[in-house]
């Protein structure tokens, strides 16, 4: 006999807006001034949609640097033909804003380029994995609950990274993980468009029939933060489980490749012309994973140049996937590198050991190899300003996140790393002050800069998530009779416990929601979502789902409403005695990412 599935009628869309509405979750983009208003004056024909319904998000960010860049902003809109899910409610009135909120990003950034003109010459995106707005204020003004008001105040100003956040202004997106983020920080677009909501994601390529066949492929894992794309349970590469190409685990295009495509186009227009092409502004990337598959993909094409205390990557054969990927480089196509090299440019710091993460060398180490990547990012400056080029130059360290992880937020270890990531950062700053200073290479001067004579440049700050620490307590386990029900549990204590995503056996999904509502742990700490229901909150952004997409998520994903997550059997064995950093959710430690915006004009 069947079990009896009358709870999992259910839903807990009424709770997850109840949350929003009351700031415990963060929407990815909608605010809780919007939730407020639909849960407590709902209106039905959405006429008194609040006129303050959304924030800026990550998106919106990636899409302004594009454009900053020289990208057409008409291509950083989304294509909404191919998608999975229509959504059941209407359009929102402020969802069709954001062209021109982006725009205006954009122009606060530094400006769309007309004829060739940048209005600023150059713009450096820092990108501190992990180092959310509470991490910043637990690492820099970690005692203020033992000082007076007054103090408090005095002790923030101090503070070059807090005194320059707008810590109200930027969100991260859904789920708030790297791959998810850095991929939208490459294509512009939203993780349910891109392709890589998340880590591990379960695909398949193809439909199997009954027999052997040869041509059968096994469901895979797909793992892309890594030196070659993969399937993380088999090791074997993307390509030899099915998938043919990068555009077939990233299923959109990123923006560098856009670029490139269009230099291309103005480069073979002024030979036809006999016109000199407009000038394009070159792309710097500076990271410990320059060589990686997804950076190969996310940049679209190679050609570096040795800086000091940086690695050289001038060979091909060393770059990795995403690193290609991300400067707009296609798989089997070398003519988008060769035509990159007068556009991109790179630099390879190197990367703290894992073992030493809680030891001092490893804080030290992490914030000497961040000062390399400074440092590699001013040598870049300097050498435009000679040549009277415009940059873009994004340094990306994985820090503190790597330290949080392996400590906890609260860890004095951690406060060691963000406090020396923040004397770099203004130190960079200073120096961009110095125009003399900087293209004499002197980057250490203790003289003051006026500013008199500065570069013209704009630095932002930001990060892809936050942090919250999970303790051994914290730890979930599923139980047997939710277990029994699953074909692949999407789940762990660093990146995906806090965002679950759950694949049923077929037929079972009525038997699991009603299971689940059933174990009071799970019910009390988790939210549990169909993935349809999390599309229509728009959990993974104003747009369809693409039809690619829309497999990896499987058929539940289980949002934790607090430190709760849910960690694999080994995880829990593991982890038994020590915390970990976790992110993932939707908790405002985990969303609410900073925005510093520095700028002398």
């Known amino acids: 006999m069947m079990e009896s599935t009358t709870a999992a009628a259910s839903s807990d869309v009424p709770r997850l807006h109840r949350l929003f509405a009351s700031g415990g979750l963060v929407h990815p983009y909608l605010s809780s001034g919007y939730f407020q208003q639909l849960v407590f004056q709902p209106s039905s024909d959405g006429d008194g949609e609040t006129t303050h319904a959304m924030n800026d998000n990550f998106v919106d960010l990636a899409a302004a640097i594009s454009v900053c860049c020289g ?21 929102l009135k402020s969802e069709q804003d954001i062209p021109r909120r982006r725009l205006q990003l954009a122009s606060e950034i530094g400006g769309t380029p007309v004829d060739g003109v940048y209005p600023r010459k150059h713009i450096i995106l820092i990108l501190c994995d992990g180092m959310g707005n509470s991490v910043l204020q637990h690492s820099l003004d970690g ?8 103090e408090v105040q005095s002790e ?14 930027l969100k991260a997106v859904f789920p708030s993980t790297t791959p998810a983020a850095l991929t939208t920080l490459a294509t512009a677009a939203w993780p349910g468009r891109h392709g890589m909501p998340g880590w591990r994601l379960r695909d398949k390529k193809g439909c199997d029939y009954p027999g052997n066949d040869d041509n059968a492929k096994p469901p895979v894992q797909l793992l892309v933060l890594s030196d070659h794309i993969r399937d993380a349970r088999s090791g074997k590469l993307a390509k030899d489980v099915g998938f043919d190409s990068w555009d077939e685990v990233f299923v959109e295009v990123p923006w560098a490749r856009k670029l490139t495509k269009q230099q291309l186009g103005r480069m073979a227009h002024s030979t036809e012309t006999k016109q000199q092409p407009m000038p394009c502004r070159k792309l710097i990337y500076i990271n410990a994973y320059n060589g990686d598959d997804y950076q ?15 690695v050289d990557n001038n060979h091909r054969h060393d770059a990795t996937d995403f690193s290609s990927w991300q400067m707009g480089e296609q798989e089997k196509d070398a003519s988008s590198h060769k035509h ?11 990367e703290t050991a894992y073992d030493t993460l809680g030891d001092p060398q490893g804080g ?8 390399h990547g400074v440092n590699a990012a001013l040598n870049s400056v300097a050498k435009a300003e000679q040549s009277g080029a415009s940059t873009f130059t994004y340094l990306y360290t994985a820090h503190p996140d790597r330290h949080m992880h392996a400590l906890g937020v609260e860890h004095e270890g951690v406060s060691n790393v963000v406090k020396g990531i923040e004397r770099e950062i203004e130190r960079l700053w200073k120096v961009l002050g110095d125009r003399v200073g900087l293209l004499s290479g002197d980057y250490d001067s203790d003289e003051p800069t006026n500013g008199e004579d500065s570069i013209d440049a704009t630095v932002l700050v930001t990060a892809d998530h936050g942090h919250v620490t999970v303790h051994p307590e914290d730890m979930i386990t599923l139980p047997e009779n939710i277990i029994e029900l699953l074909e692949y549990a999407n789940v762990g204590v660093h990146g995906t416990g806090r965002h679950g995503y ?8 009525s038997t699991l929601k009603s299971r689940w509502h059933s174990n009071t742990v799970l019910s009390e700490h988790f939210l549990l979502l169909t993935v349809e229901e ?12 693409r039809l690619e997409v829309r497999p990896r998520l499987g058929d539940f994903v289980s949002i934790s409403v607090g430190r709760k997550t849910l960690v694999t059997p080994m995880e829990s064995d593991k982890y038994n005695e020590q915390c970990q950093g976790a992110h993932g959710s939707l908790l405002p430690e985990e969303m609410n990412i900073p925005f510093i915006l520095l700028n002398r004009y």
């Open 340 to 350: 990159s090299k007068t556009l991109f440019e790179t630099a390879k710091i190197e």
């Open 502 to 509: 759950l694949h049923c056996r077929s037929g079972l999904q």
């Open 296 to 310: 190969q993909w996310s940049q679209g094409g190679i050609c570096t140049s040795p800086t000091s205390g940086c």
């Open 71 to 91: 990208v057409d902003s008409r291509s950083t809109q989304e294509d909404e033909r191919f998608g999975i899910h229509q959504f059941e409610s209407q359009s």
């Open 143 to 150: 005692k203020t609950a033992y000082h007076e008001p007054s």
């Open 364 to 371: 030290t180490d992490a914030i000497a190899f961040f000062r």
């Open 156 to 169: 923030v100003r101090s503070s070059f990274l807090m005194r320059n956040n707008q810590g109200a202004r």
């Open 534 to 545: 999390a599309i229509e909150c728009r959990l993974f952004g104003p747009e369809c789902m």
